[in-house]
């Protein structure tokens, strides 16, 4: 047996996979997130640690046997996140998470000082990013950088509460602008712009790497017959593309989780900052990837609901599973800013179109829709390097619905494939990297691609109706960045 673990930002999530690679048993814990200011995202590394501990111990007392037979663990989690230890490892202040974007200054400045930094990284400075981050804790919190001895992410954090190895892995350290992806290592230039050196990072290794054991007391807690092996691990987005097996060139996945992403697999490290497409190691050796990132995906939905007074599975019930066209409505998803393609950590989100007529329904389908046109800028951005999938998984918790579905494939105007196990992606991706870890055995021989529940291909009319609203959805982005001006 293998476990994952998945340090979400909503929710911890564990699985546990049986030797064929299916889903035996999950558990969950919810998160939350503090926003103390105008553009801050924070959350509290220990509530992690509590919330993964807690999530096993709830599959221990349900799959006792399941759980001791496991012999190899791994980790994921939301990728960026500046977890800062001092030199008794103490933690200095939260978390700075992905979806932070105080640290926009600071970006200009690391373009500005070190003009290397795109070509080394392969990405542009975005406030999402660690070492942005960094910097800006040098120069509005002088004594917290003074004490500080260690970053690490959030998945390495609580692998270190796990195991006492302080280790990061290729996907993960490649969304900190600190690591020269092409020859995946740290890059002494990049480290040095944010006043950082090598002693503060941690060691590195490949996501299917043997990096540790589990800590005899934790093993000892949950009936294990020996502390299993522990992985390297990936980031949120590479261990979903593991879960999916989506680990040759060419494969590529949208995923509606909390933030949406648009992946593609490739052989190299192929850059494409000018639109803000990232570049990133896979997790896996010799694997490198491309992505879009919507800073506000399925959150949208979210927002909505909670906004709205009314759950989310309510909202899209009188929906159905198809509608006729576009909304009269069309909906901004910018509510934490927006990566790909803007790079704009300020501009908002907005609804354009309202009207005395306007319902609630109008509302939810323009959500989805905005959603939608924003993968859709994402597929663009992808086009202009090696070209952009021609079939697309589905992943995260947008998979749930048949609607979203059939409107990203009509939007989209490429084939969309929902899949077994669609919301466990990252945690699956996990089991499978601890499978490989303690194993051996190949990435072909573990992450084998789902299966497909259903497959949605685009209505032509519909698809034409979409285009059409897409480019008017499109001339909104001037006026929302006026008006968060």
């Not at 909390?258 to 990232?278: C, E, I, K, Q, Y």
């Not at 198809?322 to 901004?332: E, I, M, N, T």
Request: aromatic residues 6%.
């Amino acid at each position: 047996m293998f476990l994952g673990i998945d340090i979400g930002t909503s929710s911890v999530k564990a699985v546990l996979t049986d030797a064929d690679g299916a889903v035996t048993g999950s558990a969950s814990r919810p998160c939350t997130v503090s926003r103390p200011h105008p553009l801050w995202s924070e959350q509290e590394p220990e509530d992690w640690v509590a919330a993964a501990i807690a999530a096993v111990d709830e599959l221990a007392e349900r799959q006792p046997a399941a759980l001791a037979a496991v012999i190899g663990i791994g980790f994921s989690g939301q990728m960026h996140g500046a977890v800062l230890l001092g030199a008794d490892n103490r933690v200095l202040r939260p978390a700075i998470l992905w979806n932070d974007g105080r640290s926009h200054r600071q970006c200009a400045t690391l373009e500005e000082t070190l003009p290397t930094l795109r070509a080394l990284s392969g990405n542009i400075a975005m406030p999402g990013f660690t070492a942005p981050k960094l910097l800006w804790v040098a120069e509005e919190e002088p004594e917290v950088f003074a004490a500080l001895a260690k970053v690490l992410l959030p998945k390495a954090y609580v692998r270190w509460r796990f195991t006492g190895a302080m280790v990061e892995e290729m996907s993960d350290a490649s969304g900190t602008l600190w690591l020269d992806v092409g020859l995946r290592d740290w890059s002494d230039d990049l480290l040095a712009a944010t006043r950082m050196t090598r002693a503060h990072m941690p060691e590195l290794a490949e996501g299917s790497d043997a990096v540790a054991r589990l800590s005899p007391d934790l093993a000892r807690r949950w009936g294990m017959r020996e502390p299993p092996v522990v992985a390297g691990g990936a980031g949120d987005c590479a261990a979903s593309a593991v879960g999916l097996g989506a680990i040759t060139p060419g494969d590529g996945f949208l995923s509606l989780g909390t933030s949406g992403v648009l992946w593609r697999t490739t052989d190299r490290f192929l850059p494409n900052p000018a639109m803000a497409v990232h570049a990133f190691c896979h997790a896996l050796p010799g694997v490198w990837h491309q992505m879009g990132v919507m800073l506000s995906s399925a959150a949208s939905l979210a927002w909505a609901a909670s906004t709205l007074g009314t759950p989310e599975a309510e909202l899209l019930a009188p929906l159905g599973d198809a509608v006729d066209g576009p909304s009269p409505v069309a909906f901004l998803p910018y509510l934490s800013g927006e990566r790909t393609p803007h790079n704009d950590a300020t501009v908002r989100g907005l609804f354009a179109g309202l009207s005395a007529e306007t319902g609630r329904d109008a509302l939810v389908q323009a959500v989805l829709e905005g959603v939608a046109f924003a993968a859709r800028d994402n597929l663009v951005a992808l086009g202009e390097g090696a070209g952009a999938p021609a079939s697309l998984d589905l992943a995260g918790g947008g998979s749930r619905s048949r609607l979203w579905a059939r409107i990203c494939a009509d939007v989209l105007g490429v084939t969309i494939h929902r899949i077994e196990d669609g919301e466990m992606g990252a945690a699956l991706g996990a089991a499978h990297l601890g499978r490989m870890a303690a194993t051996g055995e190949s990435p072909a021989t573990v992450c084998r691609k789902p299966r497909r529940l259903e497959t949605f291909t685009p209505d032509p009319a519909r698809a034409d109706a979409y285009s059409q609203a897409w480019l008017r959805w499109r001339r909104l982005y001037p006026l929302a960045k006026e008006f968060a001006s």
